[in-house]
């Protein structure tokens, strides 16, 4: 299995602070993604990364950025936090077929 | 704009019975991908398919794709309440990521 962490596993936070999710891989898979996951909307895309320093904007992206100094890591920011930011954050690497994508065990956002 | 639609969005069903979620997408997709998170956890994948036509199974799920039609279903057969969950398809038309359905939250009662 692709091994994928994701760090903090909790955060609260709060209105106007920064905030950085870190995600990483232990294999060298080019493709890296953000997902935000809220109630009644399933998963959507924040950002997502096809190699070091090479990264897009995804359905969801405002408010967010996001980088890649090494493949390993995947790291997402938020600049100012805001209460529409309280979510759940997925990571997820593209792994290749047959498999597809592989997701770390998310973060739980807060803020206050 | 691609969209994911999946039906029903929540489904109450009997131990025994057999049903079928349907995953409707809205421009050509040659993957689709069907995952089930439990509460509180990650998304486990379930099956990818590949190709028109393809057709997996595990246990009492199966899955089928039908890229035509722009269509993939989801059926459980005899189901018991370990498969409470809530599933969901996606698809990647590109390696830009998946855009996933709205999740079907399944509640399987004794």
């Known amino acids: 299995d692709a091994g994928i962490t994701q760090s903090p596993r909790h955060k609260v936070t709060e209105t106007g602070t920064p905030v950085t999710l870190r995600c990483h891989q232990t294999e060298n898979h080019r493709y890296m993604y953000w997902y935000r996951q809220d109630p009644g909307h399933g998963l959507r895309l924040i950002h997502y990364s096809y190699g070091v320093k090479d990264t897009d904007k995804g359905e969801v992206s405002d408010g967010y950025s996001v980088s890649r100094s090494k493949t390993e890591d995947f790291l997402l920011t938020l600049e100012s936090a805001t209460s529409s930011q309280t979510s759940v954050y997925f990571c997820?690497?593209?792994?290749?077929?047959?498999?597809?994508?592989?997701f770390g065990s998310g973060t739980r956002l807060t803020v206050v | 704009e691609l969209k994911v639609e999946q039906n029903p969005l929540f489904l109450s069903m009997q131990e025994g019975k057999n049903y079928t979620i349907y995953c409707n997408y809205s421009t050509t997709s040659d993957r689709l991908y069907w995952y089930r998170q439990d509460p509180g956890k990650s998304l486990e994948s379930l099956f990818v398919?590949?190709?028109?036509?393809a057709v997996k199974q595990e246990g009492r799920l199966m899955a089928s794709l039908d890229t035509k039609a722009r269509l993939s279903t989801l059926h459980i057969t005899a189901a018991v309440h370990d498969l409470s969950a809530t599933y969901f398809c996606?698809?990647?038309?590109?390696?830009?990521?998946?855009?996933f359905g709205k999740g079907t939250h399944l509640i399987i009662q004794p």
């Open positions: 997820a690497i593209s792994v290749g077929y047959p498999d597809g994508y592989t």
């Open positions: 398919l590949l190709s028109n036509g």
């Open positions: 996606a698809v990647d038309p590109s390696a830009d990521g998946l855009t």
